[in-house]
T-cell receptor, first 115, second 112 residues
């Protein structure tokens, strides 16, 4: 597609509920990133995929967070047993293999509110 | 944790004036990028400067990089109301070069 698409745009979850956030990267982009952005803060790195391989998951805050990209295209970020501190905007970005030449393309994000 | 710190945190100027935002970082970098974020939207890539470059221009944007001081600046000339947004610097690290580490951002308001 023309850009990075994320769904849903907004998600309200009750505390303890599991959620799944979807990212459709730009077709052919090898690298895919997930970031978490709290209100008024800069994005914080969560995890990185190169094709289907998850090469860096050092930013995942707990074992309740899980990400996958089984076929090297669409990615899903899953949060189990959501807590109020998980409320944030979750941003997905993709880049070509030579991504650092042109920066990363971000989606519009999923705003998660845990009540 | 975030590596970059932007200064100022908020900036309000009149349309037509120039806006300067600064970014400092802590560790060695491969490149530094600037992004813009409009309220409620995703980030838009503005410009990338490599660690061996000192200055780069793109339209009304001018970016400088001083690796000895671990700092960068973004200058927007002849500002427009549409430039109102948050601006973030992001560093591509030498270690783990694929991921970007973002600063806290500068909230820029252009008054008509």
């Amino acid at each position: 597609g023309a850009g990075v698409s994320q769904s849903p745009r907004y998600k309200v979850a009750k505390r303890g509920q599991d959620v799944a956030l979807r990212c459709d990267p730009i077709s052919g982009h090898v690298s895919l990133f997930w970031y978490q952005q709290a209100l008024g803060q800069g994005p914080e790195f969560l995890t990185y995929f190169q094709n289907e391989a998850q090469l860096d998951k050092s930013g995942l805050p707990s074992d309740r967070f899980f990400a996958e990209r089984p076929e090297g295209s669409v990615s899903t970020l899953k949060i189990q047993r959501t807590q109020q501190e998980d409320s944030a905007v979750y941003l997905c970005a993709s880049s070509s293999r030579q991504g650092d030449r042109g920066g990363y393309t971000f989606g519009s994000g999923t705003r998660l509110t845990v009540v | 944790s975030q590596q970059g710190e932007e200064d100022p945190q908020a900036l309000s100027i009149q349309e037509g004036e120039n806006a300067t935002m600064n970014c400092s970082y802590k560790t060695s970098i491969n490149n530094l990028q600037w992004y813009r974020q409009n309220s409620g939207r995703g980030l838009v890539h503005l410009i990338l400067i490599r660690s061996n470059e000192r200055e780069k221009h793109s339209g009304r944007l001018r970016v400088t990089l001083d690796t000895s001081k671990k700092s960068s600046s973004l200058l927007i000339t002849a500002s427009r109301a549409a430039d109102t947004a948050s601006y973030f610097c992001a560093t591509g690290l030498i270690q783990g070069a694929q991921k970007l580490v973002f600063g806290q951002g500068t909230r820029l308001t252009i008054n008509p």
